[in-house]
């Protein structure tokens, strides 16, 4: 069964740099597919992020200029968001998901000094 | 980037009605339209993909339609585990967008 879990610091103050760590069980990141970021803010609104595919090439929004970046550690079938310079605006929940098929619970990110 | 528009944003249903939930995209994107169900304090789950591929474990009452610009989303027999939030998505060009939701609430 494929299970997908983001982890992250929860509380992020502004102009910090936010890290969260996707871990993915049951099936292998250098397989197939998309591996993805995205958040849902308060009031239900939805944003695509990133991804990062099987391969390790990857494509932002770009709503998030350069303040993005997607890594992965194919060694722990993991991959990263780091989001730079936050503010409030970046408050929501973030998931992490293969392909459109199975998303992770996501985690909640608040930014606040 | 590509907006899609749901509606309605609230649909008042009782158990057993058939509803058809709509998704207007602002340019043709094929079919390359997704279809999900997120229910409260839960994560997004896939029901269709594609416009009209089902899902191995989603109910069959779950059904797409639609291409290019409008799209259908049709539950026949609405039963009580169905109301939560409804969004589409489409992955016909970049950046991948949503909707804004359809709410299906019990009437």
């Known amino acids: 069964d494929v299970q997908l879990q983001e982890s992250g610091p929860g509380l992020v103050k502004p102009s910090q740099s936010l890290s969260l760590t996707c871990t993915v069980t049951g099936y292998s990141i250098t397989s197939d597919y998309a591996w993805n970021w995205i958040r849902q803010f308060p009031g239900n609104k939805l944003e695509w992020m990133g991804y990062i595919s099987y391969s390790g090439s990857t494509s932002y929004n770009p709503s998030l200029k350069s303040r993005i970046s997607i890594t992965r550690d194919t060694s722990k079938n993991q991959f990263f968001l780091q989001l730079n310079s936050v503010t409030t605006e970046d408050t929501a929940t973030y998931y992490c998901?293969?392909?459109?098929?199975?998303w992770g619970q996501g985690t909640t990110l608040t930014v606040s000094s | 980037d590509i907006v899609l528009t749901q509606s309605p944003a609230t649909l008042s249903v009782t158990p057993g009605d058939s509803v058809s939930l709509s998704c207007r995209a602002s340019q043709s994107i094929s079919n390359n339209l997704h279809w999900y169900q997120q229910k409260s304090h839960e994560s997004p789950r896939l029901l269709i993909k594609y416009a009209s591929q089902s899902i191995s474990g989603i109910p069959s009452r779950f059904s797409g339609s639609g291409s290019g610009t409008d799209f259908t989303l049709s539950i026949n027999s609405v039963e009580t585990e169905d109301f939560g939030m409804y969004f589409c998505?489409?992955?016909?060009?970049?950046?991948?967008?949503f909707g804004a939701g359809t709410k299906l609430e019990l009437k």
């Open positions: 998505q489409q992955s016909n060009s970049w950046p991948h967008t």
């Open positions: 998901a293969m392909g459109f098929d199975y």
